[in-house]
């Protein structure tokens, strides 16, 4: 193993720096170009209170990460360690590598029942051409307010027909 150094405090921008252009000035997982509005972190391993510097990447900097992944990466790695207590790094990144795996396999065609399919709305825009259509119509029938519940009554779908506009974008 090469021998480790220990980082200073007012070493970390220029550290940063020269990492980040070395990954381009991008995000080392998104890829999107740092900025300051995007801010930036020098990513690093946490170590555990059993752990030594160095220990299978413990306390050792990563890359450099825009805020959003940096947070992203630090619940997945805290939460892998809360809830499948991986021995290792490497157990990790077995576990993150099946999980990928798994979102790759297709779907099962059963729409869970916590999932509901949403009804369609009827177009508020092609309500009110349909409103019009039927005022130069010159029918005397008082037309039917818009539903406030947005779904289409039979009313509706029977005038939608007749002037032959569809109800829906």
């Known amino acids: 193993m090469q021998e480790l150094k220990q980082l200073k405090t007012n070493e970390i921008q220029e550290v940063r720096e020269n990492i980040l252009t070395e990954q381009n000035g991008?995000?080392?997982l998104c890829?999107?170009?740092?900025?300051?509005?995007t801010g930036y972190s020098l990513d690093h391993q946490h170590m555990t209170k059993k752990e030594t510097i160095g220990e299978d990447g413990a306390g050792l900097i990563r890359g450099v990460l825009?805020?959003?992944?940096?947070?992203w990466e630090g619940k997945i790695w805290n939460n892998?360690?809360?809830?499948?207590?991986?021995?290792s790094v490497q157990d990790r990144i077995d576990m993150l590598e099946k999980l990928v795996e798994y979102y790759k396999k297709d779907n099962i065609n059963l729409i869970h029942p916590s999932e509901k399919i949403k009804e369609?709305?009827?177009s508020k825009s092609n309500y009110n051409?349909?409103?019009?259509?039927y005022g130069l119509s010159l029918q005397k029938k008082k037309f039917p307010e818009y539903?406030?519940?947005?779904k289409l009554t039979k009313i509706l779908e029977n005038l939608f027909n007749e002037f032959e506009i569809e109800p829906y974008n």
Request: hydrophobic letters at 20%; a positive charge.
């Open 26 to 28: 991008c995000c080392a």
């Open 31 to 37: 890829g999107v170009e740092i900025t300051e509005v």
């Open 66 to 71: 825009c805020r959003s992944c940096n947070v």
């Open 80 to 87: 892998t360690q809360r809830y499948r207590q991986p021995k």
């Open 120 to 122: 369609p709305t009827v």
């Open 129 to 133: 051409k349909l409103k019009k259509q």
């Open 147 to 150: 539903p406030k519940s947005g």
